[in-house]
């Protein structure tokens, strides 16, 4: 089950480079590179199969295919697909992790009302 | 505990080996076994609170939720996957294939002085290059809390090198289920080229 979309979607693709910090209130698909932070409190991060992020990164949902490194605070769940490759600590309410995936850090499984206070 | 080369010739009949290790089913297949070591350490995950537990197994889903759901902290670390990484062989003063153990614990298990209860190792020294061993062992050590408790599978006797390598999950108070580990494909390319430059440009 993927993240839900929620209807407006901005695209990285995958010869693009950014550094930097990102914020926004749309969802978010990264097949390109990113260096920073990434913010996107009520909506959610795919990260392509050709996504290399760098980043702290704050989201309703995060969708993992490529590469993160960095800490992850998702609101609502966090999915690792099985070419996922993450390297970072992540909070969140619900994960699901497909065979073959790899993570290295640490998993905190929160409820509602502390997922909301970590987002703020 | 054999050599650099034979150690990754392991890991890769689980993903490339040929067509016979290589068949989805054999990957897909689960087996169960029951572990009274497991039952042990399930007694104390299931009566104390916030116990901090480090898996150093392949990532798995089912036991990142056995843990969450006891509110229990967990840590994964998949290392026999992190000692796959290239950049860590090198040579030793005899000219031998081996993996640089420091550059590996500059990376890998890097956290504070005990602060782990539980160490589910699995069967990872089984596997794990000879060079690493000893001092992975070392860094559990110190990254355990004193009567903190480390679970680790052995062989009784040489398995031979078509033993396949399994990731654990726990699907009951003492039972396990295994399943064969299937190495990434890009980290089989990148180890052997970084073994034998040569081969890989063929």
């Known amino acids: 089950m993927s993240a839900p979309l929620t209807g407006e979607l901005a695209q990285i693709g995958k010869s693009v480079?950014?550094?930097?910090?990102?914020?926004?209130?749309?969802?978010?698909?990264?097949?390109?590179?990113?260096e920073g932070s990434i913010s996107l409190k009520t909506n959610s991060l795919t990260v392509g199969p050709n996504g290399q992020v760098k980043a702290s990164v704050e989201a309703k949902g995060v969708v993992v295919q490529g590469k993160l490194e960095g800490n992850v605070a998702a609101s609502d769940r966090v999915e690792l697909r099985k070419s996922a490759v993450v390297t970072g600590d992540i909070s969140t309410q619900r994960i699901s992790i497909e065979e073959g995936a790899y993570l290295k850090g640490k998993i905190d499984i929160q409820g509602k009302a502390e997922a909301k206070t970590a987002q703020k | 505990m054999a050599s650099?080369?034979?150690?990754?010739?392991?890991l890769f009949r689980g993903s490339s080996g040929g067509p016979e290790a290589n068949s989805p089913a054999q990957a897909s297949q689960k087996l169960t076994r029951r572990s009274s070591g497991l039952g042990e350490l399930a007694r104390t995950w299931d009566t104390e609170k916030s116990l901090c537990v480090l898996d150093l197994g392949s990532t798995s889903a089912p036991n990142?939720?056995?843990?969450?759901?006891?509110?229990?902290?967990?840590?994964?670390?998949d290392l026999l996957t992190a000692s796959t990484e290239p950049g860590l062989v090198t040579k030793d003063e005899q000219g031998n294939v081996v993996l640089d153990s420091r550059k590996f614990l500059a990376d890998n298990l890097m956290y504070p002085a005990a602060h782990f209860?539980?160490?589910?190792?699995?069967?990872?020294?089984?596997?794990?290059?000879?060079?690493?061993?000893?001092?992975?062992?070392?860094?559990l050590w110190s990254v355990m809390k004193p009567g903190g408790m480390l679970l680790a599978f052995f062989h009784t006797?040489?398995?031979?090198?078509?033993?396949?390598?399994?990731?654990?999950?726990?699907?009951?108070?003492?039972?396990?289920?295994?399943?064969?580990?299937?190495?990434?494909?890009?980290?089989?390319?990148?180890?052997?080229?970084?073994?034998s430059p040569q081969s890989s440009s063929s």
């Open chain 1, 17 to 34: 480079v950014i550094k930097g910090d990102l914020s926004g209130s749309e969802d978010l698909y990264v097949d390109g590179q990113v």
């Open chain 2, 4 to 10: 650099v080369t034979q150690n990754f010739m392991k």
């Open chain 2, 64 to 77: 990142i939720r056995h843990f969450t759901a006891r509110g229990h902290r967990i840590y994964s670390e």
């Open chain 2, 117 to 139: 209860d539980i160490v589910l190792c699995w069967n990872l020294p089984d596997y794990l290059d000879e060079s690493l061993v000893r001092p992975v062992v070392g860094r």
């Open chain 2, 157 to 195: 006797r040489d398995a031979g090198p078509d033993s396949p390598c399994y990731r654990f999950h726990i699907v009951g108070s003492d039972t396990l289920e295994m399943q064969r580990i299937v190495l990434r494909k890009e980290a089989t390319l990148r180890i052997s080229s970084a073994i």
